[in-house]
């Protein structure tokens, strides 16, 4: 019997079985590569937390290892994050230290705000910080500063006077994770001021010479709300805080129109020169290179343009007030109140500006953005101090594994 085609060629009747068996042979390709990637969502989760942190892939074996932390964990990636920076069991985790945490921070140590700039004292602290678990609150108080191990090979001498020393453990190199290359000392140590007037970054070198050249010192003031609040003075304006700490150097009448002082200077002036007085005593020696700090003596900058305004305040030592704590400052969650009997000095306001709330969440700002690429929305960043239990602990560290495990899928 002869077999009939129809005009396509095909036997009646045979296509419908030739189509079915291509469906499921397309349905099979689709679940095997759907499989593949179910199985493989892990290994690139992994990778994808290394590549983050430490900026360059990982090792096979340090693949492997990150991978089979997320598998242990129930999908967790903190584990296989906290692993990745771990130079003990990562030996791309240098990376992280001295590449990572040096763009980071490099920002804060200066106007500009950028981070090619060379590696200083400053960075190098809060590389040290982080790579040591110090509690970051202590960043603007603490006694300390990070310098290279004495007698590393073509690395000059730690000098308080210049930042050859700096210049040299990255022209050459030098791995940030090893504490035998990077090591904590006594800031007072070092520099000769004394231990009570050392207030971590904000009394390091390169600090002093981007924020307390010159000028009136209140630049290192805003610059410390910007780089460690996450806010510029603006957003802080509140006309209804008492006047009576703004110095002589503010016109009350700017262009002869005392309205632009009570309309726009004194929101921002009337709260911040209070607290600026913390740092009456400092001044960065553009002749010497160093931060002065001149104990019971009122920097002269203080003083200048008196004839501004001659019924303005006139700084007599280094006591500060925060006059934020109360009105629509407030809710930057200021902590514990520094009795009026201590609140001298930049240490103390270092610890009253890192004890507010907004510090917590600038840290978590700045390191979601580090990296995840991205500002984090008001859940995640709420999510992710209270994972990392931040507000509490100061561990940036594990602020650093948890933003990464964060956005480990994007």
């Keep these: 019997m002869m077999m009939t085609h129809n005009s396509s060629g095909e036997t009646p009747g045979g296509g419908s079985g030739r189509g079915t068996l291509l469906c499921v042979l397309g349905l099979a390709a689709v679940l095997l590569s759907a499989g593949a990637l179910a199985g493989d969502a892990e290994r690139r989760q992994a990778k994808r937390i290394h590549d983050r942190l430490a900026g360059v892939p990982p090792t096979q074996t340090v693949l492997d290892a990150m991978e089979q932390a997320i598998l242990n964990n129930g999908g967790s990636g903190v584990a296989a994050a906290q692993l990745a920076m771990d130079p003990a069991q990562n030996p791309l985790a240098f990376n992280f230290y001295t590449v990572t945490l040096k763009n980071f921070a490099s920002p804060w140590t200066n106007e500009d705000q950028s981070a090619f700039v060379p590696l200083n004292d400053y960075s190098a602290t809060v590389i040290g910080m982080i790579r040591d678990d110090v509690p970051f609150n202590q960043v603007l108080s603490a006694d300390l500063l990070y310098t290279g191990t004495a007698g590393l090979p073509g690395v000059a001498a730690y000098s308080p006077a210049d930042n050859a020393h700096y210049q040299d453990l990255e022209d ?72 009576d700490r703004i110095r002589q150097d503010v016109s009350r009448s700017p262009g002869g129109d005392s309205r632009i002082f009570l309309n726009s200077c004194v929101g921002c002036h009337a709260g911040m020169d209070p607290m600026a007085q913390a740092y009456a005593y400092y001044q960065y020696n553009e002749s010497s290179g160093r931060l002065e700090y001149t104990p019971g003596v009122v920097q002269p900058k203080y003083l200048i343009n008196a004839d501004n305004f001659r019924d303005g305040y006139v700084t007599p030592d280094d006591h500060w007030d925060n006059y934020w704590r109360k009105g629509r400052n407030a809710n930057l969650g200021w902590g514990a109140e520094i009795p009026a009997g201590q609140r001298f000095g930049a240490k103390t306001l270092g610890q009253e500006l890192a004890g507010s709330a907004a510090f917590a969440r600038c840290q978590g700002i700045k390191v979601y953005r580090t990296v995840c690429l991205a500002d984090p929305s008001e859940n995640a960043l709420t999510t992710l101090l209270s994972a990392s239990g931040f507000d509490t602990s100061y561990n940036m560290k594990d602020l650093f594994a948890n933003a990464a495990n964060a956005c480990k899928g994007n």
């Design 172 to 243: 050459l190199h030098y791995d940030l994770s090893d504490p035998g290359v990077l090591q904590s000392n006594l800031q007072s140590n070092l520099t000769g001021v004394p231990a009570q007037a050392t207030a971590g970054v904000i009394t390091s070198r390169a600090a002093a010479e981007a924020f307390f050249v010159a000028g009136t010192n209140r630049a290192m003031f805003r610059f410390t709300m910007m780089n460690h609040l996450c806010t510029d003075l603006e957003p802080l304006k509140d006309n209804a805080v008492p006047p």
